[in-house]
């Protein structure tokens, strides 16, 4: 065993040390597979080598795509394990070398042409993309026969509530539909009620996602005044009618973490841009300035410690059973912030690229103030409070 391990280990060394996920495109996904079945995954078709399975079986319940002889079909290993559950129904796109290289995980199994369909690839050694990843049983068939789909996207925008510990749901409602096609010149028609917009573009970009099923609507991508709005497909809702509408939370994305009230403001005075943010960091003997924001090379200042104010370089951000730290100064500092942080509740932190400050909303944090002085290390216990959300001034106002 040790010397078959030794004969293979040099073939797969250059993709050990690269680890990169891999990427394809939906349609050239659709161009590489021969067949597309939905099936039910048997499970291996050989006993599992050094390096697992290398042939598995389907029972094939549709043909969507080439042609299968009998109800069940033998595939072998394109890039990686068919890491399935046995007896799990699923799309299989099966590569011109009979290889089971992608797969459709179906929300609903019962009844396939009402659920949501992910796509992804199979590869041991990091992520295999396709983009974009959602799509339906009727958007499948469509894009067979027609080399295009449409699809319906809509649902509510959302705020996290400090009261309620959730995300809720505001007036503003969007309505996104698009036509996904071959050539990448689909129409796009995104209507939003009772969000008036000022100074932005009236159509926004369209992102499909690819990690996740999600979906992003882009009016304004620089990091002086930024707008955008991400969506995620809720795959419990299930379809609309036509079988190719999906519902949606959506959440604001960039001006991040801000209140309902806050996204008005933001949304009606053009001359402000990006949100900061300010926390008191309070110790026994002085209270400082924490000060956040968005700028490039640095992600903020503590203001009046030693009559000034430090640059901060790094922010740690809430993990299970770790000490997060907040760090001034590049490339050794010699003041921080330590933070004993607590278990994060997944589902209140969900929606959120600043989980910092959603969760300081909530509750204070505990910490000590560290300093190094000639080689001495002062720790002073402090306490950080969020105290307000600002917006700084757009620098392209009236240009």
Not at 301 to 327: F, N, Q, W
């Amino acid at each position: 065993m040790m010397r078959k391990l030794a004969f293979f280990l040099p073939l797969f060394l250059p993709l050990l040390l690269r680890a990169e996920p891999m990427h394809i495109a939906f349609p050239e996904m659709i161009d590489k597979s021969k067949t597309i079945v939905l099936a039910d995954f048997l499970g291996p078709a050989d006993s599992a080598g050094p390096f697992g399975h290398w042939r598995w079986k389907l029972k094939v319940e549709q043909v969507l795509k080439g042609k299968v002889s009998g109800d069940t079909l033998i595939v072998t290993r394109a890039h990686g394990e068919a890491y399935l559950e046995k007896g799990v129904c699923c799309l299989a796109f099966i590569n011109a070398d009979g290889g089971f290289e992608w797969v459709g995980r179906i929300s609903n199994c019962g009844k396939p042409e009402n659920g949501i369909v992910f796509l992804e690839g199979f590869y041991d050694y990091n992520a295999y993309i396709v983009a974009p990843c959602t799509i339906t049983m009727k958007q499948l068939k469509d894009y067979l026969a027609t080399e295009q789909y449409q699809t319906t996207v809509s649902g509510y925008l959302h705020f996290f509530s400090t009261e309620t510990k959730k995300m809720e749901p505001s007036p503003v409602h969007f309505t996104i539909k698009y036509t996904y096609r071959k050539d990448g010149k689909g129409a796009t028609d995104v209507q939003a009620t009772n969000m008036k917009l000022v100074d932005f573009p009236a159509r926004p970009q369209l992102s499909l996602g690819a990690w996740e099923n999600t979906i992003s609507v882009i009016y304004e991508s620089n990091m002086v005044r930024p707008l955008k709005i991400e969506g995620e497909i809720l795959e419990a809702e299930g379809l609309d009618a036509s079988g190719s509408g999906y519902k949606a939370l959506f959440w604001l994305e960039e001006p991040e973490e801000l209140t309902e009230k806050e996204f008005y403001q933001f949304l009606a005075d053009p001359s402000v841009g990006y949100a900061s943010y300010e926390v008191d960091v309070i110790t026994k003997e002085n209270t400082y300035v924490l000060r956040l924001d968005e700028e490039y090379g640095r992600i903020g200042d503590m203001h009046g410690y030693g009559g000034g104010k430090r640059e901060i370089h790094r922010l740690g951000s809430p993990e299970a059973d770790r000490k997060e730290t907040i760090e001034f100064g590049w490339p050794d500092p010699d003041l921080y912030i330590e933070l004993d942080q607590r278990e994060p509740d997944r589902e209140k932190l969900k929606y959120s690229s600043n989980r910092f400050i959603r969760d300081l909303r909530i509750k204070p944090f505990e910490g000590t103030l560290v300093s190094k002085t000639g080689g001495k290390e002062q720790r002073r216990p402090c306490t950080l409070v969020y105290r307000k959300t600002k917006f700084e001034p757009n620098a392209n106002f009236g240009k």
